[in-house]
């Protein structure tokens, strides 16, 4: 207890006490100040967006490694693996060679926000598809061959069955990716160029503050992201409750 | 593996089967295997010269020294403090408990650079709430290893605690208990009753931590500040090298980063297996015994 006290709790308690040291001052500063409201802004925006591709692409990858079956689904099943096992610099650096300068695509979307999504993309994508896939593995086809044999098309059995079974595991993984999107910060440091109120995220910012010296502000935007982080813990348990309760 | 060759489900149509399949090796494709398999070809692009270049390279086995041993002492604390907290939190009823295990997995929702805040904030000697007095007696723990370790701790933190604290509930405590009204002492009891029981949950919990902790960057820099060469772990150095235009270099470090996690990955593969038929054995059993009056 104590030691879990030294090492987490006081040192985050620290965190969000320098912030509050002059009432709301430092988060007033933070909010007006323009490069820091736009990382802000850039963070959360981005995240949401790669945590609804999540949505959508971690539940069809889920969906095929279980209920498909061809050659090469072992090798899927390990490049799934591979964004968790890769040190976050490391997964800036490769993804910095396929779409940064010379890019055998001829993209060079380095320094620009599409590299922010595809950062944020790629260190995500086991979450969704690893929470669905024992669900779905569990999960008996008996009832949805039920609802095809009644009549119901496809779609409504996909809608009405199948959906409401899996939306809490799809949503413990898009809480997940997306408080590690809005935390990222390795994968990005190489790949954004972070450019100020263009593609400088969250993290960033509260690192070049901690370099400038300026603990306090960046103890200001550490505590709206974990503020961030916190609402977006509810907000997404209260949809998926909604969810289940449809079915 | 519920899918049977008679599931109406299961055979759907072939167009929508062909669209899913494509759409998800696609994806995966473009946003992990085309790149990684590049940055492994521009490692090997000049044979092995790279990698023997790297590891004459002071700062990089230097670096490479810093990284194992910071994880590894990492891992052993993680492995005891996530021993010791998972038996407080299933054993054991105390004020609090329930508030407990929601801040476990706090961790891995903080950004790695507002953990390294934090802990500067706390133990930085200048200004520190603990530094100062820490400092007064010659321990210094922000800008040197102790930081980094701690740094690396905390990310990792979860990992062993989630792997055991399921295993740990399933168990139950009879068999413990059994062994207390045989007269085992506590010690006796936790050496040969639970922890032949939690044996494979804490290992794959610990091939996690290493494979996190090995890797970890951001909260790592943030508590090793500017000390050149000093604090410079692999991670770090792979940032500064690329940087330096010394890409070869930074490929090479960072393809032994990779490669010691995938080779956790494949441990944590080859255990899983094991550990899941024999809580599903467990299983069985336990419902056959229900079912007995």
Known sequence: MIWFSLLVLIPLAAVVWTAGEDGLGAFKDALTNKQTFNALKLTVLSSLAVTAVNIVMGTVIAWVLVRDRFPGKKLIDLVIDIPFAMPTIVAGLVLLSLYGAESPLGLEWNNTRKAVLLALAFVTVPFVVRTVQPVLEEMETDVEDAAASLGASRATTFRRITLPTLAPAIFAGATLSFARAISEYGSLVLLSGNLPNRTEVASVRVYSSIEGGNQQSAAAVATILLLVALVAIVVFDLIQRRLARRG | ?293
Request: net charge neutral.
């Open chain 2, 1 to 293: 593996m519920a899918s049977t060759s008679s599931s109406m489900v299961g055979s759907g149509s072939p167009v929508l089967k062909w669209v899913l399949r494509l759409a998800v090796v696609g994806y995966l494709f473009f946003l992990v295997g085309w790149p990684s398999a590049l940055i492994v070809r521009r490692t090997f692009e000049g044979g092995t010269q790279a990698f023997s270049d790297a590891l004459h390279d002071p700062d990089v086995t230097h670096a490479l020294q810093l990284s194992v041993t910071v994880a590894l002492v990492a891992v052993v604390i993680n492995l005891l403090f996530g021993v010791g907290m998972s038996l407080l939190l299933v054993r054991y009823e105390f004020p609090g408990k329930r508030a407990l295990s929601a801040l476990i997995d706090l961790p891995l929702a903080v950004s790695p650079i507002v953990v390294g805040l934090a802990l500067v904030l706390v133990y930085n000697p200048r200004y520190g709430w603990f530094g100062e007095g820490l400092d007064a007696h010659g321990i210094q723990i922000i800008f040197a290893k102790p930081g980094m370790i701690m740094a690396t701790t905390f990310v990792a933190l979860p990992l062993v605690i989630r792997e055991v604290v399921p295993v740990l509930e399933d168990m139950g405590d009879d068999q413990e208990q059994a062994a207390n009204s045989l007269g085992a002492n506590g010690w006796q009891t936790f050496w040969r009753v639970t922890l032949p029981g939690i044996k494979w949950a804490v290992v794959y919990g610990v091939v996690l931590s290493l494979a996190r902790s090995l890797g970890e960057f951001g909260a790592v820099k943030v508590v090793a500040g500017n000390v050149s060469g000093e604090t410079t772990t692999a991670p770090v150095l792979v940032q500064q090298k690329y940087q330096n235009f010394e890409q070869q270099t930074a490929y090479a470090v960072s393809f032994m980063l990779v490669a010691a996690a995938v080779v956790c990955l494949i441990v944590v593969a080859l255990l899983r297996p094991s550990e899941h038929s024999q809580s599903r054995r467990l299983a069985k059993n336990d419902a056959a015994a229900k079912e007995i009056p």
